[in-house]
């Protein structure tokens, strides 16, 4: 009898979908010991938008949050998402601070990092990769998941094998829109099991509404993990129901070791949580709907609603049907990068400000300007050269990793310009990874010890 086993997103992805990461630690802190005997493969609660959320907006200290989740979870592997070269934020850093995140964030209690990069250019996870083994943690490689004409099962196959190379423990297959379509899993899984001996993990989302079947034909291909969300937190953009993904896989005879009276318990914690932030308004309902118009453009939601707010902003949401066909266009011209953070934003603005400027190309931005310098790294396909010449203007692409001509001295100059500010390691690594928004919180903090010493005297 084959196990599948499963990944719980609830503290993670299933919350960034639903409800823009915006799930406060005291909010579950209470339900983490039934999670923890639930019997889950892993429970992904970090990194994604958690540690930017934590600090710009929950007030928390990402790191303190970790530590906290690992001493009530002693008996669960806890694990993380890493954009690769990228870290937690949206732009490249040095190798030597990258190690140093990858080190703190095992330090403080992470046991599996799942490494992706939005250009599937392996050179971009070859360092998080090593140093996650060298910390004694699981190194997952991801595929971030898209079709084009370039992306082939070969070409996956192909990565997946220099990913075994490089160390890792096991092969996720990362579908961020929702695309990978029931036929697509299974021949995907079938031949990453042919490539290589190592364990498969499938994450999805419910958006276009083929979630629960690509998992059925993923298992059935030799998947052994999925990733699903407990269900008030499932469905829509959020990942398929635990629950009912449990209950489906031991009727067809697979042996799924969860505990479903914990499983229970964690849905009846949850439910009045999702009630409060449907009240609150925090909840769309339009994130719980089937979207199927990302299988025709390749648009993932939280893409789609950037677009739709560009566009308001400009006062042109009459341009939306134009934007919506200019994307793949843009798409195709930048070499078909897969459409997830940060590449999904870079070609849906520059398809809002071609449709918007009447000419293709004739606004482009810093970031745009960087991607077609080299600095995100090599394309699944080349960009159209008639369109970099008109955006870089005669300047020279980049050789080589773009990682490599970054000054090594970034995190020492961080520390140094944070003085005692900073307490800890970690304290430098978020001022790095986004400074105006780390000083914030270091001053609030600052703001409420004193508030609290000043409380304990007056009490005396």
């Given at each position: 009898?084959k196990?599948?086993?499963?990944?719980?997103?609830?503290?993670?992805?299933?919350?960034q979908?639903l409800?823009?990461?915006?799930?406060g630690?005291?909010?579950?802190?209470?339900?983490?010991?039934?999670?923890?005997?639930?019997?889950?493969?892993?429970?992904?609660?970090?990194?994604?938008?958690?540690?930017d959320?934590?600090?710009?907006?929950l007030?928390?200290?990402?790191?303190?949050?970790?530590?906290?989740?690992r001493a009530?979870?002693?008996?669960?592997k806890?694990?993380m998402?890493?954009r690769?070269?990228?870290?937690l934020g949206?732009?490249?850093?040095?190798?030597?601070?990258?190690?140093?995140?990858?080190?703190?964030?095992?330090?403080n209690?992470?046991?599996?990092?799942?490494i992706?990069?939005?250009?599937n250019?392996?050179?971009?996870?070859?360092?998080?990769?090593e140093?996650?083994?060298?910390?004694?943690a699981?190194?997952?490689?991801?595929?971030?998941?898209t079709?084009s004409?370039?992306?082939?099962?070969?070409?996956?196959v192909?990565m997946?094998?220099?990913?075994?190379?490089?160390?890792?423990?096991?092969?996720?297959?990362?579908d961020?829109?929702g695309?990978?379509?029931?036929?697509?899993?299974?021949?995907l899984?079938?031949?990453?099991?042919?490539?290589?001996?190592?364990p498969?993990?499938v994450h999805?989302h419910c958006?276009?509404?083929?979630?629960?079947?690509?998992?059925?034909?993923?298992?059935e291909?030799?998947?052994?993990?999925?990733?699903?969300?407990?269900?008030?937190?499932?469905?829509?953009?959020?990942?398929p129901?635990?629950?009912?993904?449990?209950?489906?896989?031991?009727?067809?005879?697979?042996?799924?070791?969860?505990?479903?009276?914990?499983?229970?318990?964690?849905?009846?914690?949850?439910k009045?949580?999702?009630?409060?932030?449907?009240?609150?308004?925090?909840?769309?309902?339009?994130?719980?709907?089937?979207?199927?118009?990302c299988?025709?453009?390749q648009?993932?939601?939280?893409?789609?609603s950037?677009l739709?707010?560009?566009l308001?902003?400009m006062?042109?949401l009459?341009?939306?049907d134009?934007?919506?066909?200019?994307?793949?266009r843009?798409?195709?011209d930048?070499?078909?990068p897969?459409?997830v953070?940060?590449?999904?934003?870079l070609?849906g603005t520059?398809?809002?400000?071609?449709?918007l400027?009447?000419?293709?190309?004739?606004?482009?931005?810093?970031?745009?300007?960087?991607?077609?310098?080299?600095?995100?790294?090599?394309t699944?396909?080349?960009?159209?050269?008639?369109?970099r010449?008109k955006?870089?203007?005669?300047?020279?692409?980049i050789?080589g990793?773009?990682?490599?001509?970054?000054?090594?001295d970034l995190?020492?100059?961080?520390?140094?310009?944070?003085?005692?500010?900073?307490?800890c390691?970690?304290?430098?690594?978020?001022?790095?990874?986004?400074?105006?928004?780390?000083?914030?919180?270091?001053?609030?903090r600052r703001?409420?010890e004193?508030?609290?010493?000043r409380?304990?005297?007056e009490?005396?």
């Open positions: 009898m196990k599948v086993q499963f990944t719980e997103t609830i503290l993670r992805d299933a919350n979908s409800v823009a990461t915006r799930l630690y005291d909010q579950f802190e209470d339900i983490l010991g039934t999670i923890d005997q639930a019997g889950f493969y892993s429970v992904e609660c970090w990194g994604g938008a958690t540690f959320v934590c600090l710009r907006f007030n928390e200290d990402p790191w303190e949050r970790l530590r906290r989740i009530k979870m002693p008996n669960t806890l694990q998402l890493l690769g070269q990228n870290i949206y732009k490249h850093y040095s190798d030597d601070v990258v190690r140093r995140f990858v080190r703190a964030s095992v330090r209690g992470i046991d599996i990092i799942r992706f990069d939005a250009l250019d392996t050179d971009n996870l070859k360092v998080a990769v140093e996650t083994v060298k910390s004694g699981m190194a997952s490689g991801a595929i971030s998941y079709t004409p370039v992306h082939t099962l070969d070409k996956y192909g997946v094998k220099e990913l075994k190379e490089m160390g890792v423990s096991s092969i996720c297959i990362k961020m829109a695309i990978l379509s029931p036929k697509s899993a299974y021949d899984v079938a031949a990453i099991k042919d490539a290589v001996d190592l498969v993990v999805t958006t276009t509404g083929l979630a629960f079947m690509t998992y059925l034909k993923a298992v291909a030799g998947a052994d993990v999925i990733d699903t969300a407990i269900s008030p937190f499932s469905g829509g953009t959020s990942q129901a635990t629950e009912t993904l449990a209950y489906a896989l031991r009727e067809f005879g697979y042996d799924v070791s969860l505990d479903d009276r914990k499983l229970l318990e964690m849905a009846n914690y949850f009045p949580i999702r009630a409060e932030f449907l009240e609150k308004g925090t909840l769309n309902p339009i994130s719980m709907a089937t979207d199927t118009q299988l025709t453009y648009i993932p939601g939280g893409m789609l950037n739709l707010s560009q308001k902003m006062n042109a009459d341009r939306f134009e934007a919506l066909l200019e994307t793949p843009v798409r195709e930048m070499g078909y897969p459409l953070t940060p590449t999904s934003q070609v520059q398809a809002v400000q071609n449709v400027a009447g000419e293709r190309y004739k606004n482009v931005g810093a970031e745009i300007k960087a991607y077609c310098r080299g600095e995100y790294g090599r699944p396909a080349p960009i159209n050269p008639e369109v010449a955006i870089l203007g005669g300047e020279k692409p050789e990793r773009y990682a490599e001509t970054l000054p090594s995190y020492e100059k961080a520390a140094e310009q944070l003085g005692d500010t900073a307490r390691e970690e304290d430098v690594l978020s001022y790095i990874a986004f400074p105006p928004v780390a000083e914030k919180f270091f001053e609030e703001q409420q004193e508030k609290k010493v409380y304990s005297i009490q005396l």
